[in-house]
T-cell receptor, first 111, second 114 residues
């Protein structure tokens, strides 16, 4: 069974700092990996989708990488802002099945 | 283009009752998936529908059921509610079959069982 782990569980950084969130998964046979953001009590906002054949995707200040063979992905956030404070979730899709989610990293950006 | 919508946004029910939640996917999306989110278990997959057919089902008891209509709107039903069913229920839509492609989530329905 696919298991997804996110480290750290929580992270506090001062505004303007660059940061990296980590995601690891046990089964490298995935179709794609998606990063989401969740604000308290709200739904999930899709940030980046990386197909299994891709190595990275970029959107604005966000860059996500995928190393399928080692079962790892990172989400890089440049020049963090207080508005980036949220829980970040990664999810992998094994084949045509449902998404398997990590437990998330709660990010706090301190003004 | 409107996003995924879910109704109602909040519900309070008592044990033993049943509840129906609704999800309208993004226009043109034919795949709808449902997830349950709790503090203890995180996000867990309930079921997935495509073109009115259930394609995949998670490890939940038979009290949890769903369906999809010809316009791709989906409903999920929970019968004989238990306290442990209190959760945020999220639905997601995607363009392709089996949820292929980017998944877009709705704001969720917060269910409280007392």
């Amino acid at each position: 069974k696919q298991e997804v782990t996110q480290i750290p569980a929580a992270l506090s950084v001062p505004e303007g700092e660059n940061l990296v969130l980590n995601c690891s998964f046990t089964d490298s046979a995935i179709y794609n990996l998606q990063w989401f953001r969740q604000d308290p009590g709200k739904g999930l906002t899709s940030l980046l989708l990386i197909q299994s054949s891709q190595r990275e995707q970029t959107s604005g200040r966000l860059n996500a990488s995928l190393d399928k063979s080692s079962g790892r992905s990172t989400l890089y956030i440049a020049a963090s802002q207080p508005g980036d404070s949220a829980t970040y979730l990664c999810a992998v899709k094994p084949g045509a099945n449902n998404l398997f989610f990590g437990t998330g990293t709660r990010l706090t950006v301190i003004p | 283009k409107a996003g995924v919508t879910q109704t109602p946004r909040y519900l309070i029910k008592t044990r033993g009752q049943q509840v129906t939640l609704s999800c309208s996917p993004i226009s043109g999306h034919r795949s709808v998936s449902w997830y349950q989110q709790t503090p203890g278990q995180g996000l867990q997959f309930l079921f997935e529908y495509f073109s009115e057919t259930q394609r995949n089902k998670g490890n939940f008891p038979g009290r949890f059921s769903g369906r999809q209509f010809s316009n791709s709107r989906s409903e999920m039903n929970v019968s004989t509610l238990e306290l442990g069913d209190s959760a945020l229920y999220l639905c997601a839509s995607s363009l392709g079959d089996r949820g292929v492609g980017e998944q877009y989530f709705g704001p969720g329905t917060r269910l409280t069982v007392t």
